[in-house]
């Protein structure tokens, strides 16, 4: 069968770094997108790793270990606005995207 | 910039009423899905499809059909409206596996 495993939810500082953690099981696997939702919002993009290792985009950087089946979000210097649902969606091949529950992240002042 | 266009925001419909959601994308992309999503459940694939008048169920297409005539515009149709199926309706295209563009969702209820 197909797993997915984020933290339900995270709260951290104004300025502080959070990382959120996803583990994953799959029956085939290509790389794994993070997407961001505010409330009321679309899920939109915020990176993808298909290779092992760390890619930084700004103040959010992601990490994947294909190994492990874990990868994770890092984000840095947090700002309010950053409050929000955070997924982690494994490519599973076919274009088919897998979306568990989601992270809901509060950054308080 | 993508831009994927969903028929409606907010949508209330009757028990029983044939229901039609329209999305439209102006990037050319090959792939677009359906999900929805509700609380504490995360998205959930319904239908997606890479081509012109080709479908793929996804996880929950129990209740739900699609139909793609045109590249552009993919639909979501409920046979026969029942209160299970209130929830969020998003819809995606991508060209790639990678990154999935959605719609503004459309919030349906069904009384």
């Known amino acids: 069968g197909q797993s997915l495993e984020q933290p339900s939810e995270v709260t951290a500082v104004e300025g502080a770094i959070v990382q959120i953690n996803c583990t994953y099981q799959?029956?085939?696997?290509?790389?794994l997108s993070w997407y961001q939702q505010h409330d009321g919002g679309a899920p939109t993009f915020l990176s993808y790793n298909a290779l092992d290792g760390l890619e930084e985009t700004g103040r959010f950087s992601s990490f994947l270990s294909r190994s492990d089946s874990y990868g994770y979000l890092l984000l840095q210097e947090l700002q309010m606005k950053d409050s929000a649902s955070y997924f982690c969606a494994p490519d599973t091949g076919g274009f088919k995207t897998i979306f568990g529950a989601g992270t809901r992240l509060f950054v308080k002042a | 910039d993508v831009k994927v266009t969903q028929s409606s925001r907010y949508l209330v419909k009757r028990t029983g009423e044939k229901v039609f959601l329209e999305c439209v994308q102006d990037?050319?992309?090959?792939?677009m899905f359906w999900y929805r999503q509700d609380p504490g459940l995360g998205l959930r694939l319904i239908y997606f499809?890479?081509?012109?008048?080709?479908?793929e169920k996804g996880d929950i297409p129990e209740g739900y059909s699609v139909s793609r005539e045109k590249k552009e515009r993919f639909s979501l149709i409920l046979e026969s409206a029942s209160t299970n199926q209130t929830s969020m309706y998003l819809c995606?295209?991508?060209?790639?596996?990678?990154?999935?563009?959605f719609g503004p969702g459309t919030r349906l209820t069904v009384t």
């Open positions: 799959t029956s085939g696997f290509y790389g």
């Open positions: 990037m050319d992309h090959e792939n």
């Open positions: 499809s890479y081509d012109v008048k080709m479908k």
């Open positions: 995606a295209s991508s060209d790639r596996g990678d990154e999935q563009y």
